[in-house]
């Protein structure tokens, strides 16, 4: 397991731009944050072209193909370095924690650094043309190697705390069983991986963490897929699908009991804290695979107040409500105060945070986790964000399925 204990709050107030780049980053940010998009596109396009091995075997072509990853990169980029220029800008360690989680989940070295800063400048260069003078060129260099620096750093960190060389970080998984929670094209269906050749690799996961699968697929592509874990032990882990894209759709029609496909150590920085605050899970579809991790963890710890709110398309859609139901029963045979909440779309019903507090009496100084699309975070971001003097949240931790997490862009004033 990868640990969620960072360097990168220090490493990241540590980064700071020479005065004289400083001033050419605050001139050019304009121009380069309006072209950051057209950069990013064709920066991919530059390096896959120049190492189509990265497209095939370690980027995700659905993400590629959507544009998501090109936004990520842009959104990454352009928030360092307002960070690097701006006091009051918005603090990037929560996006770095993340892409450095990802990063060791894909087995990414720090070679690979040099390959992106070669076509990421070289399209920089296309793009802006002749705006890009050496003193640009330089200060944007120092941007980019100042952000490479802290991700290195926090990547090497994990990889040190998991005792694994950079990069060795996929085991050999081999399916052991299938269960259909809900059928149809939207139907979700877990997996129970077991591990021989690393036996406790998975003991460690922190409710809430994840893994990459890699599967190869009929072209000899191996996509890469990350899912969160519902479950593990000391022989293996279980993980929730749902067909969206070439790897679900690939464990669900093609993988047989029996067979393998390549698998990581547990990372992701989205992880229960047990510090015996109020506990607060929100979640959406899919989004409920973390949540289920981090109550079967609740319901072994005890003491802890818990509310557990999920929004679905409908009573059939909802995958883990078995499973989730059983955990908020064993709280409340324990004698944990537990609130239940769940909201189907198709009888109108929406996520209203204040009134749902009015009714169930979620607790103060929570810690609040959140999980689910784009559309979903944003709306309960912005409830949290507008009514924090109601709901009072102590922290907010969130996971997307998706690679722009950072994108969201709600604020929230967590209580002193």
Partial sequence: MFTTESTLPGAARRAHLTPEHEETIKATLPVVGANIGTIAKNFYARMFTAH???????????????????KALAASVATFATMLVDPNGPDPVEMLSRIAHKHVSLGITADQYDIV???????IGEVLGDAVTPEVAAAWDEVYWLMAKVLIGEEDHLYATASVTPGDVFRDAYLVSSTVLTAGDAGVTEFTFEVPGDRGAYTATRPGQYT???????????????????????????????????????????????????ATLPAGDLVLVEDGSPVVLVSSGIGSTPMTGMLSTL???????????????NEASYAQRSVTDGYVH????????????????????????????????IPYGANWYLCGGNNFLQDIRGQLAEHAGVLQPAALHFELFSPNDWLVEHQVTVAS
């Fill in 299 to 313: 319901v072994a710890l005890g003491g802890t107040d818990v509310t557990v709110i999920h929004a679905d398309d």
């Fill in 330 to 361: 064993a709280l409340r045979d324990a004698g944990t105060p537990v609130r239940n909440v769940v909201r189907y779309r198709d009888k109108g019903e929406g996520v209203d945070l204040v009134a749902i507090a009015e009714e169930s009496g």
């Fill in 52 to 70: 189509p091995e990265l497209l095939r075997d370690t980027f995700n072509r659905g993400n590629q193909a959507a544009g998501e990853q090109q």
């Fill in 212 to 262: 990459s699968l890699g599967a190869t697929l009929a072209d000899g592509a191996r996509q890469l897929r990350q899912y969160s874990l519902v479950d593990w032990d000391d022989k293996g882990f279980t993980i929730a699908v749902q067909r969206d894209g070439e790897v679900s759709s690939y464990l669900l029609d093609t993988l047989k009991v029996g067979e393998r496909v390549d």
């Fill in 117 to 123: 800063h070669t076509h990421l400048f070289a399209a």
